[in-house]
């Protein structure tokens, strides 16, 4: 269950961390985000240090299907709803300013970047297309509205943005961290005030950048309430009617489409972490109707953090803690997210002000709707009774079949058969 990142790419290997040593800036993960943040801190000659617990892009990173597109669904409708035509355009203009960033970088970078056009598209409510189209308008972006696709389903149209991008993720990430100051195996087992302690290595900092995925401290930020996990699922189909652009159903439980080389990406079957859905099976029925000579050459899961308002979460870590930084609750658009929290966040360390920072605060308001359904979730499974619970905060821990892991239904930590830890928040084994 390799995702065609991995298996088409050979990815550079960093040494351990051993010994006493000092950094100005810390950075804690070795994904897309942390990596983004190390290459922009070298830029501006800061002195930092990247510490990834396993191997970099391990984790999340190398199951994205590495879409670059500020369109993250229908959201602009609801930002402009809920937040105002402020924050809705400062989200839009952030989106937009990290795909010309990507295009930027990948002009000297050998990794399958091709620019395409993203749609959202909708089986049955052309009423919600039309009201994202007409919010576009008024945050002053035009908009490609079209009543066909090429998928080989019916739709009532779709909302498209032109002028954005697909990329292999891995091969521009091995080329951007080459040279970087990453150490590999160098797992933070406990963090204090300006130290971080590894297995084997005393880190001193001023500053530290969490680009964990999940955040790992619970003390601060309340980003257990804040955000849950949703899994999600892709096969790679060879012999599939080739599509030109990328596409997503508007509905959560929808389809996404996107092409790489010879092959056919067709994602979904998502579901809550800990909860059941439609996984592989979903995929793989939909591929027996629609490409029925099709074969599936790769399939693969990944996990996005879910914040309670659609948009994430980049800046200080909390209010009490100022000299720590988060990046998290990515909503399924990690690609653009996390250029944007490296922007933001290296823009922050070096002093400079960021016109797009107000828009994701982490400390702002928590009074949403998904908070309670986050709450009581937590309380449902800390009092369900089984002696398989999660070392994050003890919530019972159920049997994903698909994948042959124990997942946390709480804050999505996964652990194999044998207890080990495959997803975080948690940050050691599970074991009976």
């Known amino acids: 269950m390799n995702s065609v990142w991995t298996e088409t790419v050979s990815m550079p290997h960093f040494e351990t961390l051993e010994g006493e040593v000092k950094t100005d800036v810390l950075i804690i993960g070795g994904g897309i985000t942390g990596i983004l943040c190390a290459y922009f801190l070298k830029e501006r000659g800061v002195d930092y240090l990247l510490a990834e617990g396993r191997t970099i892009c391990s984790g999340i990173t190398k199951n994205t299907t590495a879409k670059i597109t500020a369109q993250h669904g229908l959201i602009y409708a609801n930002l402009l709803k809920k937040a105002g035509l402020e924050k809705a355009r400062m989200y839009l203009d952030a989106n937009r300013r990290a795909v010309d960033k990507y295009f930027s970088l990948c002009q ?22 039309e009201q994202e189209a007409d919010a576009l308008e008024k945050i002053g972006f035009d908009a490609l509205f079209r009543d066909t696709t090429d998928l080989p389903f019916s739709t009532v149209g779709a909302v498209g943005f032109a002028h ?66 949703h899994r999600s699922y892709v096969i790679a189909l060879e012999k599939a009617a080739p599509i030109k652009d990328m596409y997503v159903d508007e509905d959560k439980k929808g389809m ?27 995929l793989r029925a939909y591929a027996r109707k629609y490409y029925p000579q099709a074969k599936e050459r790769y399939c693969w899961a990944t996990q996005d953090c879910m914040p309670l308002d659609n948009v994430p979460y980049i800046g200080l870590y909390s209010k009490s803690m100022p000299q720590c930084y988060v990046a998290t609750g990515y909503h399924k658009w990690g690609m653009t997210s996390a250029m944007v929290a490296a922007m933001i966040l290296t823009d922050r360390i070096v002093g400079k002000e960021n016109p797009y920072e107000a828009v994701f605060c982490p400390s702002r308001s928590m009074f949403k709707p998904q908070l309670l359904v986050n709450g009581g979730e937590a309380v449902v499974n800390l009092l369900t009774p089984t002696t398989k619970r999660c070392p994050h905060l003890g919530c019972a821990l159920k049997w994903n079949a698909a994948e042959r892991s124990w997942d946390c239904p709480c804050h999505g930590s996964r652990f194999d058969a044998d207890g080990g830890l495959i997803d975080n928040p948690a940050n050691g084994d599970w074991k009976q």
């Open 164 to 229: 954005q991008a697909q990329f292999h993720p891995l091969k521009f990430l091995a080329r951007l961290a080459s040279g970087l100051n990453i150490y590999e195996h160098t797992f933070v087992t406990r963090l204090s005030e300006n130290v971080a302690l590894t297995e084997k290595a005393r880190i001193t900092f001023q500053r530290v950048i969490f680009a964990t995925h999940f955040p790992i401290d619970n003390k601060h930020g309340l980003y257990f309430l804040k955000m849950y996990q």
């Open 256 to 282: 996404s489409f996107r092409g790489y080389g010879n092959l056919l990406l067709v994602g979904g079957g998502s579901h809550r972490t800990g909860k059941r859905g439609g996984d592989w099976q979903e």
């Open 108 to 129: 000297s970078i050998d990794c399958d970047f091709e620019e395409r056009t993203n749609f959202v598209y909708s089986l049955n409510d052309r009423k919600k297309l």
